[in-house]
């Protein structure tokens, strides 16, 4: 069975903290993606991650950094985190061009 | 992505079969037809996947027509755990590529 953990479900931090977003997974995927969920805007993907050390933007990129130092970890970063970005934030990997298998999710609410 | 239209709601009662209808009349050849559900405030999870012939696994069923225009996933005996959102996704399997989830449509079963 495919498994991607996430490093907290539930996440509160204050305007201006540093955040950071864990993900790992254990089936040795190339690829690995950040997105984030919202109501009536669905998902849209933050960043992905084709291999150690790469990363390309995604569609809203502003405002967050990545890092993948290992195949397993994709970390997302919140250099200063603002109310706008309260959101779930989903982590998924994938085999090249393979299914997308999911985490359970982080929800961030910023204060 | 070929554009996908799912009814808004369902109801199955518990232990019959669920079919959950998909019509994207403009798929192209090499495109697959993916099929995610999302349980309240988790991750989504993958289901099934599959290019014109019908698939099967420990989940559930998926029919796709002969012409590729509409598939039906199948839960052949649902339970209040089956409800969800259902998703579904005509992609080309793509490194790096996101997901786009549509509005999908709201299982809700019942005893």
């Known amino acids: 069975d495919v498994k991607v953990t996430q490093s907290s479900r539930y996440l509160v931090k204050r305007t201006g903290e540093k955040v950071f977003l864990e993900c790992v997974q254990d089936?040795?995927?190339?690829?690995m993606f950040w997105y984030r969920q919202d109501p009536g805007l669905g998902l849209r993907l933050i960043y992905f991650?084709?291999?150690?050390?790469?990363?390309e933007k995604g569609d809203i990129p502003e405002g967050y950094s990545v890092s993948r130092e290992k195949k397993e970890r994709f970390s997302l970063i919140l250099e200063s985190a603002s109310t706008n970005q309260t959101s779930m934030y989903l982590c998924?990997?994938?085999?090249?061009?393979?299914?997308?298998?999911f985490g359970p999710g982080t929800r961030l609410l910023v204060l | 992505d070929a554009k996908t239209t799912q009814p808004t709601s369902m109801d199955c009662a518990e232990g019959r079969a669920a079919n959950l209808p998909c019509n994207h009349s403009t798929i192209s050849g090499n495109e697959y037809v993916y099929w995610y559900r999302q349980i309240h405030s988790q991750g989504p999870q993958y289901i099934i996947h599959?290019?014109?012939n019908n698939e099967t696994n420990e989940m559930a069923s998926l029919i796709i027509t002969e012409d590729r225009k509409s598939s039906t996933l199948i839960l052949p005996h649902a339970t209040l755990r089956d409800t969800a959102v259902y998703y579904c996704?005509?992609?080309?399997?793509?490194?790096?590529?996101?997901?786009?989830f549509g509005k999908g449509t709201t299982l809700s079963v019942s005893s």
């Open positions: 599959g290019l014109k």
């Open positions: 991650s084709y291999d150690v050390k790469m990363k």
């Open positions: 089936m040795d995927h190339e690829n």
């Open positions: 996704i005509v992609r080309v399997p793509q490194a790096g590529t996101a997901l786009i």
């Open positions: 998924a990997s994938s085999f090249l061009g393979g299914t997308q298998y």
